[in-house]
């Protein structure tokens, strides 16, 4: 049975905490990870059946083993999960489950750790938790309501229980949709979408390849200067008869901020032609039975589903950290091609998994767990010299 101990805690047991367990092994580093769950990976392990990832799964992975190639350009959200049980059951990382961590803070040179099990300490600490379990409830005027069932599109794992009900989604990214999608075969029709902003439907294969495989093509050939502007205007090619929905398209602009990760493929377009889906304005406020809209225009709703994203889940950190625009502790350099994973003014403190673009997740997981593991050498050879958090950041500053 995995003990708690060694010199690096890992906060986490989904993708970002099996890459940084893997190369903290290969490092000959001492270290658990703990996770608060029964399983590893528990935010995969029962999600929506029609969840399919949307980067290809040629980069889609975790140090040292690839996706099988059964799994096609895309895999589904079932078969990662199969995928990084059979991952974290083959490397035998040592992983202590059930461990909640109540609080993160640095002491006598070390990082205090108070958790269910005890405390403990030690001399580095690698936040991989991620931000799926902490989900994001916006204010919505009204909420709760006691007629209407409402619940995060984390705990939406089928359709079947909103069979003839009158549903409304909120939120236009692909979980929004591929969950508005399902519920369109059994929930009454239309299914009601709710936007607030605008959208972006982008084709899945842009030009007969997935946009992953231009974006790698793009750093290969095109300059830096150039590459983005041309890399987003050829991933974001929509449909000709896309804007006849009824939907706020985004702009297909250089910078994508403040517009939801794209849709891909033309199922949403053909669903609302079909009549299945409706699109309508965002919520202003719920009432009894009711969902009314900032348009004035009122529906009457069994059930509202809030697919309305996740904060990054780091309630335990009792430091006082700067953020950066998604609410993240910022790190010494948060470049998604080369940074600096230590968070800002906190040695011994590392942050891995924090960005979701450019090639996915699972490739910047792997790039930063990577990087985490090095700091941390680097941090540990310097602590023999200087065993204290201040002696270290008084030689960094030298």
Known sequence: MSEIGGAVLVIGAGPAGLASAYYLERAGISYTVVDRADHVASTWSNLYPTLRLNTASFVTHLPGRRLPLRYGYYATGRQL???????????????????????????????????????????????????????????????????????????????????????????????????????AEVAKRPVLLSVRSDIVIARRYPYGLPDTLWQMLARILIPPRWRK?????????????????????????????????????????????????????????????????????????DSLILSTGYRPAIGYLDIDYEVDIDGWPRRISDDIEGGQTQVLGYPGLYLVGRFYRGLGPLNNIRREAATAVREIQAYLKHKQAAPSLSAYTKARVE
């Open 229 to 301: 502007a041309i890399v987003n205007k050829i991933v974001y090619q929509s449909y000709p008869d896309a804007h006849a929905i009824g939907l706020k398209l985004a702009p297909n602009r250089t910078d994508r901020q403040g517009s939801s990760t794209p849709v891909r493929g033309r199922a949403l377009i053909d669903a609302v032609k079909a009549g299945k889906i409706q699109p309508v304005a965002g919520i202003a406020q719920l009432e009894e039975h009711e969902a009314v809209l900032v348009d004035g225009s009122c529906y009457a709703i």
């Open 81 to 183: 999960y199969e995928y990084l049980r059979r991952y974290s059951d083959d490397h035998q990382f040592n992983i202590v489950l059930q461990v909640e961590v109540y609080r993160v803070a640095p002491e006598g040179g070390r990082w205090r750790v108070e958790t269910n099990r005890g405390v403990y300490h030690f001399d580095a600490v690698i936040v991989a938790t991620g931000r799926f379990s902490n989900p994001y409830i916006p204010d919505i005027p009204g909420l709760p309501t006691t007629a209407i069932n409402v619940l995060h599109a984390r705990d939406y794992h089928h359709a079947e229980p909103f069979r003839d009900q009158r549903v409304m989604v909120v939120g236009s990214g692909p979980s929004g949709v591929d969950i508005a999608l399902e519920l």
